[in-house]
């Protein structure tokens, strides 16, 4: 596995792409007369990504994988678990196996290695590709019940898995001493919440029914629509681990705030809210059970989401080797974790409609330990 100074990043990836890994690609995935264009990254990125299109035949996306930080077992443990997903009825993007038969090839070039694997593109489009209006004569609550049952299939498929191949588990990479090493010494209150967090968590129950793989990145970002029945196609599982079940449903919580954001009055937000979840939740039972003592954890898993996202950007300026910097969004994050603000602060005074989910009072250098995470 590469470390430190071997690292390369995604623009010295796309050229080592463009001179050898394609031509490879094409040939091992037979991938000959496909039109294969770099899909722009999006901030955080952690692979490069390509769309390969050819008349006549279903469009494929080609994703080479770089990072040091995921090793072969890890996306071996992704690729099985999609293609049992499919296999089992889930509405997710198929692997396409290789002229090998491989679900996932490995390449070595210049003593760096590549994970190469290519899937079926989901039909439709993301809801941002459509100005975010959904499909004519259909009510917007038919999307809501979609986004939830889609994720309770998932779910239940889930709760018969047995993996040969498996992934990590969110106490693998979620602990005290991982946050203590990444998040700097400026933020003592935060280190601090974060593992009183986890603390809390490895006092939860876990059981077959409640805690498994979750696609720990369920949102309008990371599945398609089609538009003509409004069936969601998902993909995008490098995220996934095991984890309670709540993590996913918090994170269908949290992607809900968008269609209210810019609402002034709570009381508009609190009930939009509140009648968007039960939505969901009623698409989500329709495929699985879900008892009501773990939806009453979802304030807390809504702070583990909120964890996640905060040691996310920390990881994406650590791996891009930039400085570490605390802007508005992440700000506003730290500060519903260090006060204790429930529901990412959606009905509590600090939250802005004009600025949503931002929070000005504290714009440090992160690595300045002269400034004090309480001020």
């Avoid at 792409?17 to 031509?23: A, F, G, H, I, R």
């Amino acid at each position: 596995m590469l470390t430190g100074g071997d690292r390369i990043n995604h623009n010295e990836v796309v050229k080592i792409s463009d001179e050898y890994l394609l031509p490879l690609a094409s040939e091992l995935f037979g991938l000959e007369g496909y039109h294969i264009q770099l899909i722009p990254a999006h901030k955080g990125g952690r692979n490069v990504v390509y769309s390969c299109e050819k008349e006549g035949i279903d469009s494929k996306i080609l994703r080479i994988g770089f990072l040091p930080d995921r090793s072969r077992e890890d996306f071996l443990g992704e690729v099985h678990y999609i293609r049992y997903l499919f296999e089992h009825g889930g509405s997710v993007s198929d692997v396409v196996s290789s002229k090998k038969g491989n679900l996932l090839e490995e390449v070595t070039h210049n003593n760096h290695v590549f994970f190469v694997c290519l899937f079926n593109k989901a039909k439709g489009k993301m809801l941002v590709e459509n100005n975010y209006q959904y499909r004519e004569g259909a009510p917007i609550s038919e999307y809501y019940y979609n986004c939830g049952k889609v994720l309770g299939k998932l779910h239940q498929i889930s709760k018969g898995y047995t993996p040969v191949h498996r992934r990590y588990s969110f106490f693998d990479k979620y602990n005290a001493q991982y946050i203590d090493k990444l998040i700097p010494e400026s933020f003592p209150l935060l280190k601090e919440k974060l593992v009183e967090l986890l603390n809390t968590l490895h006092g939860l129950e876990r059981n077959q029914e409640t805690f498994g793989m979750n696609h720990f990145d369920y949102n309008d970002g990371n599945y398609s629509i089609d538009f003509d029945t409004g069936q969601i196609t998902v993909y995008d599982f490098d995220n996934s681990c095991y984890c309670w079940y709540m993590f996913d449903l918090a994170g269908l919580w949290i992607s809900g705030v968008g269609w209210i954001q810019f609402e002034p009055d709570v009381g508009k937000r609190k009930t939009f809210m509140d009648d968007y979840f039960e939505t969901v939740l009623a698409g989500y039972r329709s495929e699985t059970k879900i008892e009501d003592s773990m939806l009453d954890k979802l304030p807390l898993f809504i702070q583990v989401s909120i964890m996640e996202n905060i040691i996310d950007t920390f990881e994406v300026m650590h791996h891009n080797g930039e400085e570490t910097t605390c802007d508005e969004e992440l700000s506003y994050l730290i500060k519903c974790l260090e006060d204790d603000i429930p529901y990412k602060g959606f009905f509590h005074e600090l939250y802005s409609c004009e600025e949503p989910f931002e929070y000005e009072e504290r714009l440090i250098t992160l690595g300045d330990n002269t400034k004090s995470s309480n001020q």
